[in-house]
């Protein structure tokens, strides 16, 4: 078992390694002196409830659970509504926490509804899903979306600890997986040439628990330094405002995971243009993507993508902040007005 440290105001720890699912119980029992209530989706729960429930047990520690249906639908507020008074009726209090048993819906859902039933109790993160491993389940960003935007509510709460065992991998659907590589690849562009090789030489094959655990590290830096997502943190954006915007225009067609590889394509190439790398760097970016079957381009054209560009939540003012590689492994936060946004996005197609 490996462990990071995520150094924030209350800082935690995630354990990775395979099979922890099974000896989750006795990790929880440090961190959980009451009950817990665990939150899953109705893929998750058949396969690892049980397993997680028996963990538990043979710690001694109580569990109920409450499974929500599968899939980004969920995360809305009536669910929400509904997991509050689960909790309630189940007269769980602070000295109790909450478990999430599933990939990012679960684990922002189950995280929004800890933060805000008796103004937060402790929650647990076991993320099954290889996006929520290396991105959503560590750094404490909880949420629901709205019927204006996905993540409209949420609130920083960061989790007692999470639990990550790639062994549950092995029954996540293949295009699923692929998804959650495009945030894994991230990783390597922002801070580790070494990383970026061996992802590009071994596409999808790679071995799992080192590169996980090595985005995690990088996750956990970037959190530690800038927990509420003012600084640093928002290098994790990287391909993510033209990647929301091509899922947008695509009516989510495109999943997030092909967006954001087409959207780091698509802002390598901006930079190129721009003069801010030389060409081997959006070539190299291409090649690795490439190796993992996703897409390096978009359909679409720059006036339908722009209107939610400039939608972007991060916007502050009329200022755009995109993420924009100079090398791999280095990237630059980069001020752009709104009016110019078109000038990179075209220059990105
Ligand atoms: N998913 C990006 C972040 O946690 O900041």
New binding site residues.
């Given amino acids: 078992m490996i462990t990071v440290d995520v150094k924030t105001g209350r800082p935690y720890r995630v354990y990775v390694g395979e099979n922890l699912l099974k000896e989750s119980g006795s990790l929880i029992s440090k961190h959980v002196d009451g009950r817990v209530a665990v939150i899953s989706d109705s893929h998750v729960a058949p396969l690892y409830l049980d397993s997680l429930i028996d963990s538990l047990r043979l710690e001694g520690i109580e569990a109920v659970s409450k499974v929500i249906p599968a899939g980004e639908k969920s995360k809305n507020i009536r669910i929400y509504e509904e997991l509050l008074d689960f909790l309630a009726q189940e007269s769980i209090t602070r000295s109790d926490a909450v478990i999430a048993l599933g990939g990012g819906v679960v684990g922002d859902i189950a995280g929004f509804t800890a933060a805000t039933y008796l103004r937060g109790v402790p929650y647990i993160q076991i993320p099954t899903s290889l996006l929520a491993m290396v ?2 389940s ?4 909880t949420a629901i979306d709205l019927p204006a935007g996905k993540n409209l509510a949420g609130a920083f709460c960061q989790p007692e600890l999470v639990i990550c065992d790639p062994s549950v991998l092995s029954t996540l659907p293949e295009d699923i997986f692929r998804d959650g590589c495009a ?1 894994v690849i991230k990783y390597g562009v922002l801070e580790d040439p070494d990383l970026f090789a061996k992802l590009t030489l071994e596409g999808i094959g790679f071995d799992r628990v080192p590169v996980i655990t090595r985005c995690i590290d990088i ?1 956990a830096a ?2 530690a330094e800038d927990e509420y ?1 003012n600084g640093v ?2 290098k ?2 990287l391909g ?1 405002t033209f990647g929301h915007a091509i899922e947008a225009v695509s009516r989510f067609s495109m999943t997030h995971g092909q967006a954001v590889a087409a959207g780091m394509c698509m802002v390598a190439r901006a930079s190129y243009a721009m003069g801010f790398c030389k060409q081997a760097c959006p070539q190299g970016i291409e090649q690795c993507i490439r190796s993992f079957d996703l897409p390096v381009n978009c359909e679409m054209k720059t006036d339908e993508l722009l209107p939610f560009i400039a939608a972007d939540k991060k916007r502050r003012g009329d200022v755009i902040s995109l993420i924009v590689p100079r090398t791999i492994g280095n990237c630059d936060i980069v001020p752009v007005n709104a009016d110019d946004v078109k000038d990179w996005l075209e220059a990105g197609m």
């Fill in positions: 991105d959503s560590v750094g404490g960003k945030e996750k970037y959190v997502d943190r928002r994790l954006n993510h």
